[in-house]
């Protein structure tokens, strides 16, 4: 299962509360290649050992295949990530942070244990900009009523529905929903203001939670799950007894 961005942020904010280890001698000659290649600027070698899909923050696509990566290196490899990569000693500023993999500083580079780049929390100016024409093109595009807001969070579909999820600032999200047979440049059937974020433990699961009078909206992303769980989950409540339920895809995140 595609691993979802809030995980990749829960692992930085962990690897301060969970005790870092050296880098064993065999991690730090996996560090060290990347750290050559990244000198050399060989994006076919890099592209390479890059986990796909590498996630960019939605609204930007995330990086699907090498040709992708190789086509789109510069627009994250600046010189500002570069320095910070290339002057880093694998003894000093890398952490091997068990299970979750390799760390560079804080987080902004992640490979895993056989040197694979699974993350990279870096935003380039490149990609700032990009994110903020993005957003500009979906307000466009919105009924007016909703086309405000500060950072796109999520689009899920369910047999019944088409959910938008965003966050209008400071944590406030909103919640507005179609009929799956609307476009979302209607307006919206149900807006819910006011929602709630709620992180289940370490392992990348959160909800966004919605209130109206005595119903509750809860809308569930699924990183680890069962086999067979579905990436989502739509479950609405009256009072405590669950009236709807129905899984959702992940349209985008």
């Not at 691993?3 to 001698?25: E, P, T």
């Not at 804080?106 to 490979?111: A, E, K, S």
Request: charged share 30%; with cysteine; aromatic share 10%.
């Amino acid at each position: 299962m595609k691993k979802r961005k809030l995980f990749l942020v829960l692992l930085i904010f962990c690897s301060g509360l969970i005790g870092a280890q050296d880098l064993k001698a065999e991690y730090q000659k996996l560090v060290k290649s990347f750290i050559d290649n990244v000198k050399s600027d060989d994006k076919e070698a890099i592209g390479d050992l890059v986990l796909y899909p590498l996630n960019r923050e939605y609204p930007i696509p995330d990086m699907v295949d090498k040709a992708d990566f190789v086509k789109r290196y510069s627009e994250i490899f600046d010189e500002v990530l570069k320095n910070e990569i290339t002057k880093s000693d694998p003894a000093k500023n890398w952490s091997d942070m068990g299970l979750r993999g390799l760390m560079l500083n804080q987080g902004d580079i992640w490979l895993d244990t056989d040197g694979r780049l699974i993350a990279i929390n870096y935003e380039s100016k490149f990609e700032n900009n990009l994110k903020k024409s993005l957003i500009a093109d979906q307000k466009k595009v919105l009924d007016p009523s909703i086309a405000f807001f500060q950072m796109p969070i999520c689009i899920l579909e369910t047999a019944k529905f088409r959910i938008r999820i965003d966050n209008l600032g400071n944590n406030n999200y909103r919640y507005a929903s179609w009929s799956i047979d609307k476009a979302m440049t209607e307006k919206p059937d149900l807006v819910l203001n006011g929602g709630n974020l709620i992180v289940e433990g370490i392992g990348g699961n959160h909800q966004y939670e919605f209130k109206k009078e005595n119903y509750t909206y809860e809308c569930a992303i699924i990183v680890l799950g069962e086999k067979n769980s579905p990436p989502a989950k739509l479950t609405i409540y009256q009072g405590t007894k669950v009236i709807l339920k129905q899984d959702a895809k992940i349209i985008a995140e």
